[in-house]
């Protein structure tokens, strides 16, 4: 749906009769959004997208097709459906994310430890660590790929943190990580260590994206115009009142600074709404990044002591 009030037009392929149905009804105020019920590994079309989105969708290939790598077979499927310059956005969940070491159950089967011991059978859902996923997706042909990691999954992000966000001198992207943690809103209340207090560690040897808890992909047959190269990162303020909600971007300027611009999600509700008599939003442009260690990671470390 939200594609399609962005102006898209959407072609939403769901294997479920019954929720083809729902996805119909939630969209039927919408001429340019088409539904078909269809299984991906059986459709056909002469047509071709300048983007095809997988989001939750891959781990799920097994149920689609059975054919010995179900998950590739999907993946070249979808490569063959892209314009020479059309790309796909993969949104997964890590097989080695952090959180699963720490004790949370596999999303899918819903056992911890079940993933990330590759305990996964041949029907089941599945996910993948990054080195796999890297080459399922060169093996359709999908050589061209970036990377993220949204935190605190992909489900519901408030921060999405770039490859050069993890590897960026003077930028704290473990911040990211460690912050949104406590907002993963199926995590278990018992956990077999504070990931609020590894993720700086893990951020600092250079295992950020690696056992980030979920990936966001972007994959294409060879490079094109679509760049993050200098996005650090960005973090999402979308649980206030909609006159306060607003994008923070983190990146690179022409003299390698870190900035920071902002963006309001709700431009069509004005600033005389978000300002009263007791509250005045400031949302600036743009804005200096600032280094440092905050208050509530030393409340943090205090707590976790003996």
């Avoid at 998950?71 to 952090?98: C, H, T, W, Y």
């Avoid at 990377?147 to 770039?162: C, E, G, Q, R």
């Avoid at 009142?241 to 971007?249: I, K, M």
Wanted: proline share 5%; net charge negative; with cysteine.
């Amino acid at each position: 749906r939200y594609l399609g009030e962005c102006g898209a037009s959407v072609l939403a392929l769901e294997g479920s009769f019954r929720r083809a149905c729902i996805v119909r009804s939630r969209t039927r105020d919408l001429d340019n959004v088409t539904v078909v019920a269809e299984k991906l590994s059986a459709f056909e079309t002469p047509r071709q997208f300048d983007v095809v989105t997988l989001i939750g969708v891959l781990e799920y290939a097994a149920l689609d097709d059975d054919t010995n790598e179900p998950a590739k077979a999907m993946l070249r499927k979808v490569a063959s459906m892209l314009k020479p310059d059309g790309f796909v956005i993969l949104a997964i969940e890590n097989q080695l994310g952090l959180k699963y070491f720490a004790g949370a159950p596999e999303d899918h089967i819903g056992l911890p430890m079940y993933g990330i011991e590759g305990q996964y059978r041949k029907t089941q859902p599945r996910t993948y660590g990054r080195q796999d996923l890297m080459h399922l997706l060169s093996a359709a042909g999908l050589n061209t790929t970036i990377f993220m990691a949204p935190f605190p999954d992909y489900k519901l992000p408030v921060s999405i943190v770039t490859e050069a966000g993890f590897c960026s001198e003077g930028f704290d992207a473990g911040a990211f990580a460690w912050q949104s943690v406590r907002r993963d809103r199926q995590l278990p209340a018992l956990l077999s260590f504070s990931p609020e207090r590894v993720w700086p560690e893990i951020v600092r040897n250079g295992l950020g994206l690696d056992l980030a808890n979920s990936f966001l992909v972007v994959g294409a047959h060879a490079p094109s115009a679509l760049s993050v190269s200098q996005v650090l990162a960005w973090h999402y303020s979308a649980d206030r009142a909609p006159q306060y909600c607003r994008e923070a971007l983190f990146s690179r300027d022409e003299i390698n600074n870190v900035t920071v611009t902002y963006r309001r999600l709700c431009p069509e509700i004005g600033s005389d709404h978000a300002d009263s008599a007791l509250v005045q939003f400031d949302c600036p442009k743009s804005v200096r990044y600032t280094e440092g260690r905050l208050l509530s990671q030393e409340f943090i470390d205090q707590m976790g002591s003996d």
